[in-house]
Nanobody
């Protein structure tokens, strides 16, 4: 499985960006998907995840109400709509895929070890 992110860039405070993550493979609909981010000098942190059944979304408190995760199984693509961006949202954003969500159902969505596949990341910079 290959994951390719796109949509990052430079935006002013209060602006919006939409990240996309295109996945290879024919079983995307059976994956749980997530977004993480990593700022310089900081650990990778959970941003959002979406379940493989029902498309239920889970968010970090820091982005709740501002970010929306979604998926289009017909296009093998996951999205992260980011609104009301803040300078502290600046980071490299990574998409991640869990190809065995049933087996991993007791691993929390915010735990990076849940995800087997990772993209290369896309830079998001929010200027103040």
């Amino acid at each position: 499985v290959q994951l390719v992110e796109s949509g990052g860039g430079l935006v002013q405070t209060g602006g919006s960006l939409r990240l996309s993550c295109a996945a290879s493979g024919r079983t995307f609909s059976s994956y749980a998907m997530g977004w993480f981010r990593q700022a310089p000098g900081k650990e990778r942190e959970f941003v959002a995840a979406i379940t493989w059944i029902g498309g239920i979304a889970v968010y970090a408190d820091s982005v709740k109400g501002r970010f929306t995760i979604s998926r289009d199984n017909a296009k093998n693509t996951e999205y992260l709509q980011m609104n009301s961006l803040k300078p502290e949202d600046s980071a490299v954003y990574y998409c991640a895929a869990d190809p065995r969500p049933f087996q991993n159902r007791y691993v929390a969505y915010y735990n990076p070890s849940k995800y087997e596949y990772w993209g290369q990341g896309t830079q998001v910079t929010v200027s103040s």
